[in-house]
C-alpha cells in the first residue's frame, strides 16, 4: 500500500527555518517525481516545489524561490523540503505528492495538483510573531 507521512510542521515566527520530511512506503521512490503543495485557509491547494526522478531537475513557485529546497534521498525513502526565511504568508497545510514516471531518469516534474494521484495527510505550518 502506497503511503506518504509528512512530519515537521508546527509554529514558527517570521524569518525562521524548518525541515519537512515525507517519509514513503509500500513503492519504489526512485520511479517517482515528488512535489510538496500548501493549502491555506480559503485558498486553493498550490503547488510549492516538485523533484523529478532524475533529481537534477527541481521546480519551485516564484514565491518560494531563493528560501524552499526541495531534496530525496531513494535510499531513506524520504523527500525533504527545507524553509528558509519563512513568512506569514508561508502559513498552511503542506503536503507531499507522488506520481509515477516509470523511469528513474525522468526530467518531469510538475507544480499541477491534478498531476499527483498519490497525496499524504498533511503537516500543519504556522508562520506567526
Known amino acids: 500500500q502506497l503511503q506518504l507521512v509528512e512530519s515537521g510542521g508546527g509554529l514558527v515566527q517570521p524569518g525562521g527555518s524548518l525541515r519537512l520530511p515525507c517519509k514513503t512506503s509500500g513503492f519504489i521512490l526512485e520511479y517517482y517525481a515528488i512535489g510538496w503543495l500548501r493549502q491555506a485557509p480559503g485558498k486553493e491547494r498550490e503547488g510549492v516545489a516538485c523533484?523529478?526522478?532524475?533529481?537534477?531537475?527541481?521546480n519551485y513557485a516564484d514565491s518560494v524561490k531563493g528560501r524552499f529546497t526541495i531534496s530525496r534521498d531513494n535510499a531513506k525513502n524520504t523527500v525533504y523540503l527545507q524553509m528558509n526565511s519563512l513568512k506569514p504568508e508561508d502559513t498552511g497545510v503542506y503536503y507531499c505528492?507522488?506520481?509515477?514516471?516509470?523511469?528513474?531518469?525522468?526530467?518531469?516534474?510538475?507544480?499541477?495538483?491534478?498531476?499527483?494521484?498519490?497525496w499524504g495527510q498533511g503537516t500543519q505550518v504556522t508562520v506567526s510573531s
Open positions: 523533484i523529478s526522478t532524475n533529481d537534477g531537475i527541481t
Open positions: 505528492a507522488a506520481e509515477m514516471v516509470y523511469s528513474a531518469g525522468s526530467d518531469w516534474c510538475s507544480r499541477a495538483p491534478s498531476n499527483f494521484g498519490s
